[in-house]
């Protein structure tokens, strides 16, 4: 059975926790420290990883960082549910700016870590519409791309924004204004299934970034068997 772990410790991810157990699909372990998590990480005592509700990002990450030194940079994106949408937004939580080449190297990435478990149509987004970037209305509509000269587009599911700024900022509208669950963000290119909350993630939000991080895991493991 695949464990899910805990890298904080308080009264709402005991919550969470008790409410995965009480549904049997998933074990759960809650942790005092994120290196302690993380060592439980690497020698596969735990399978993913929920974390940073109790901490800033930077320190979240450093701490991570410390045992897991990745070689590459590391990226994150976000989940928007609603209904039967579904959107992914990036890069939601880690990187101030983006070069092009980075854009195209979390590209990539969402077509090799997220595209492999969904049907993802990915656009650049910026503040005009041509053959680099789309702006959200022609991402959205293919009719609207094509008005402004964007031939055979598709709808877009998927977003990689000009900064974090405009990514973090986006999710956080779409979640609270337009009624989407939020789930992540979920870091890209670090080799483990592994979340960074928000330290404004509610109950609900941290069980659903569980359990979808759960069911990444599995999906996984059953693709590699």
């Known amino acids: 059975m695949i464990t899910i772990g805990f890298a904080d410790n308080n009264k709402v991810i005991e ?10 699909i998933f074990q759960t372990k809650i942790y005092n420290s994120v ?11 735990i399978d993913c990883l929920i974390g940073g509700h109790d901490m800033s990002t930077a320190e979240y990450l450093k701490r991570i960082f410390k045992i897991i030194k990745p070689k590459n ?11 039967n949408q579904i959107y992914f937004f990036a890069d939601t939580g880690i990187n101030i700016t983006l070069s092009n080449s980075q854009k195209i190297e979390l590209e990539n990435l969402l077509k090799n870590e997220v595209g492999k478990f969904f049907d993802i149509h990915i656009a650049k987004l910026g ?12 991402a959205l509509f293919p009719e609207i791309a094509e008005k402004k000269g964007i031939k055979d587009s598709k ?9 974090l700024h405009s990514a973090n900022i986006g999710y956080k509208m779409i979640q609270h204004l337009g009624g989407y669950e939020h ?3 979920i870091l890209l290119g670090i080799g483990y299934y592994i ?10 939000e941290i069980y659903d970034t569980a359990i979808y991080l759960g069911n990444l895991t599995l999906k996984s493991t059953k693709e590699k068997a």
């Open 155 to 163: 709808v877009h599911n998927t977003f990689i924004f000009p900064d």
């Open 15 to 24: 919550s969470v926790r008790e409410r995965i157990m009480s549904e049997g």
């Open 127 to 138: 503040f005009k519409t041509d053959n680099e970037t789309l702006q959200v209305d022609a």
């Open 73 to 83: 940079r590391i990226y994150s994106y976000s989940v928007l549910k609603k209904d």
């Open 35 to 45: 290196e302690s998590a993380i060592e439980d990480l690497l020698s596969k005592k």
């Open 183 to 185: 789930i992540g963000p």
């Open 195 to 204: 979340s960074d909350l928000s330290r404004g993630a509610s109950q609900k």
